[in-house]
């Protein structure tokens, strides 16, 4: 059970803690530091344009205890988006509990209902982060492609 939170759309007013939740995250996932008043630009930048994604938070007692953010990808192939899951973040004294799999559930469930314009459910994992993959592989995704990508 993820202890009765509730996931609603993320508001602009909550990019300061979605910002520290992706710092923490890049530390924790990947030991990078992001510079955070970047990090915060990029964040406030998807409320100032719609199209650059969708942040949605977990919410339990009135705090924020979790976020995640969706983009999308148009294809050719499915003449239909995918939507990528993004800077997942769960804090680390509510993890284990349900909290991604309810926000999961919770976009997933918005993907479904949109299957004329959703094709899929896609996300980025480190190949490093076993345990991330394995939550992923239990709520039935599976990995079909690796990513290649150059740095500027």
């Not at 530390?27 to 915060?40: G, T």
Request: hydrophobic share 40%.
């Amino acid at each position: 059970m993820s202890e009765g939170a509730a996931i609603r759309l993320a508001r602009e007013d909550d990019a300061e803690i979605i910002a520290e939740f992706n710092v923490n995250m890049a530390k924790e996932s990947e030991n990078i530091d992001l510079d955070p008043k970047i990090l915060l630009r990029g964040v406030k930048a998807v409320f100032e344009v719609p199209q650059r994604g969708r942040y949605f938070v977990a919410v339990l007692d009135d705090k924020i205890v979790g976020s995640l953010m969706i983009t999308t990808e148009w294809s050719d192939w499915r003449c239909k988006n995918y939507w990528y899951i993004q800077s997942v973040y769960v804090k680390p004294e509510h993890r284990r509990k349900k909290i991604f799999t309810t926000m999961y559930n919770h976009v997933r469930s918005l993907a479904k209902e949109d299957k004329s314009e959703c094709a899929a459910l896609r996300l980025y994992v480190d190949v490093d982060n076993k345990k991330a993959q394995s939550t992923y592989e239990s709520l039935g995704m599976k990995c079909h492609y690796s990513l290649m990508e150059e740095h500027f």
